[in-house]
């Protein structure tokens, strides 16, 4: 018979899952109807692109204020009331006349998925500690498999004709009552007290100004990582199509693979962290994706630049689930303030990526401008240490 303990632990885990699940869904719904989207509000790409730059804006802005919002709060009660807020911002969205209303749907979208990160990161690190092994992972693959699902809905959405303000209304309500449903079983502010460091004397932890360099390092880890998975997912088609000439359905499947292989590696990763620890398998990942997108740039064949986008995704998947963790675990740190203090880093690295790419491949072309994350990828080897768990 499971006891009330183990029950009341698997409630937790499921409730965290849940929230990541939704993330995901909400992250991915809507990306499918930008094209009907830029074409009822008469948008040219350049006003499109002014417009979708709200969403990570919105971003940024939230995690800076998302620490305090969830010591003051709790992980639950945040995670909650945000991930509802995240789901019905997709109405405005639908509802947008200009571009001006439309910058602003997708900023409070944004700040309010920003919020939900944060606050569920920190949940999941919490619900990590009550069952005494890693999860992470396990939880960001519950996210990737979430923007699959929401992705595949958004497509058939598109393909059917459905009105945008419909299927954005639609999922908005859905997806509002899954996080209110799905979620009451995350656990109370008591399980979120700081780790204690009982290694060096200092009953509270490390000092200030080691915490926070160490909580740099970790954000520059994620801002590597999340700067390479920018850049497949938004110049990868570019490249196989206008550089390798391929046609539009394969210049595809260079992100697919990337996403797909990022799912599969996230799902197995608790497992692999357990039995190797989180530096070597950063470090083992950021060898293989730096090995083997620079291998298949080199190529230059449609069949191995897809390999080596797929190949990245896979040796980068881990990477924010074990610095999300990392933060959230460091001594004498509130998780929420560490992971906000990591993702308001690692997350400029989705703000800056597709510009910096943009702008060096105007210059010296799109290969050598994909070349950027394979020199970080090694940079997540170099720093990987960063990672090591802290004694308590």
């Not at 885990?13 to 991915?28: C, D, E, I, P």
């Not at 530096?279 to 083992?284: D, E, F, G, K, M």
């Not at 308001?344 to 491949?361: D, K, Q, R, T």
């Amino acid at each position: 018979m499971v006891s009330a303990t183990a029950a009341w632990r698997h409630s937790a885990r499921a409730a965290v899952t849940t929230a990541f699940l939704a993330h995901g869904l909400v992250g991915a719904v809507w990306l499918a109807r930008i094209p009907q989207i830029k074409q009822e509000l008469g948008l040219t790409e350049g006003s499109l692109g002014l417009a979708l730059l709200g969403g990570p804006i919105g971003v940024v802005a939230a995690v800076r204020f998302a620490g305090r919002i969830v010591a003051r709060w709790g992980s639950r009660a945040a995670t909650r009331v945000a991930g509802v807020a995240m789901a019905l911002a997709l109405v405005p969205l639908g509802l947008a006349w200009n571009l001006g209303s439309l910058m602003v749907a997708l900023a409070l979208l944004g700040a309010a998925t920003g919020l939900t990160d944060v606050a569920m990161n920190a949940q999941g690190v919490a619900v990590e500690r009550e069952r005494a092994r890693p999860l992470m992972s396990g939880l960001h693959g519950a996210w990737s498999i979430g923007a699959l699902i929401g992705a595949l809905v958004g497509t058939t959405a598109a393909h059917l004709e459905v009105p945008v303000r419909a299927h954005l209304a639609s999922a908005a309500a859905l997806l509002a009552v899954l996080m209110l449903v799905g979620t009451r079983g995350l656990l109370g502010a008591s399980a979120e007290l700081p780790v204690e460091n009982d290694g060096d004397g200092n009953a509270h932890g490390a000092p200030a100004r080691s915490a926070r360099w160490t909580l740099v390092l970790l954000g520059v880890i994620g801002l590597c990582s999340f700067l390479g998975e920018g850049a497949t997912a938004d110049w990868s088609a570019v490249y196989l199509r206008e550089t390798l000439g391929t046609g539009a359905g394969t210049a595809g499947l260079g992100y697919a693979g990337c996403a797909v292989a990022m799912a599969a590696a996230r799902l197995a990763g608790d497992r692999v962290i357990t039995a190797f620890g989180p530096v070597l398998v950063l470090r083992v990942g950021g060898l293989v994706a730096a090995a083997a997108l620079a291998a298949g740039l080199l190529a230059g064949t449609p069949v191995a630049a897809v390999m080596g986008f797929t190949l990245y995704g896979l040796g980068v998947a881990v990477v924010a689930p074990v610095t999300f963790g990392a933060a959230g675990n460091l001594p004498g740190v509130p998780a929420a303030t560490g992971i906000s203090w990591a993702t308001s880093i690692g997350y400029s690295g989705f703000l800056a990526g597709p510009p910096v790419i943009g702008f060096v491949a105007q210059g010296v072309g799109l290969t050598w401008a994909l070349a950027i994350p394979v020199a970080l990828a090694l940079m997540i080897v170099a720093l990987a240490g960063v990672t090591r768990p802290a004694r308590r």
